[in-house]
Nanobody
Framework: QVQLVESGGGLVRAGESLRLSCVAS????????MAWYRQAPGKQRELVAS???????NHADSVKGRFTISRDNAKNTVYLQMNSLKPEDTAVYYC????????????????WGQGTHVTVSS
């Protein structure tokens, strides 16, 4: 059974940084593509960033240059480093495991974490 546990969210001011973590279990992590999504109040869930098994990454245009996805296969963990945060980054951030990665796209699997809240004040 796949389990994904996100952490690292919180309340920060605009311009500050956070690092989200997602620890995976129940999968062979090193061969899986991983992704971060977010869902703001009243909006649809959107893809933020994804990474494949060899470390190739995609980032949404809205976060390019500010957010960086990375992975540590020894720790079964995927990270999202978020710098220069803006109020519009406020959302619940979700981890997805085992989706289909391609250049400029990611199709999610049914494996989702419970989410971690990020609130950015102006």
């Amino acid at each position: 059974q796949v389990q994904l546990v996100e952490s690292g969210g919180g309340l920060v001011r605009a311009g500050e940084s956070l690092r989200l973590s997602c620890v995976a279990s129940g999968i062979i992590f090193r061969i899986k593509s991983m992704a971060w999504y977010r869902q703001a109040p009243g909006k649809q869930r959107e893809l933020v960033a994804s990474i494949n098994s060899i470390g190739s990454t995609n980032h949404a245009d809205s976060v390019k240059g500010r957010f960086t996805i990375s992975r540590d296969n020894a720790k079964n963990t995927v990270y999202l480093q978020m710098n220069s945060l803006k109020p519009e980054d406020t959302a619940v951030y979700y981890c997805n495991a085992g989706g289909t990665w391609a250049w400029y796209s990611y199709s999610p699997s049914d494996n989702w974490g419970q989410g971690t809240h990020v609130t950015v004040s102006s």
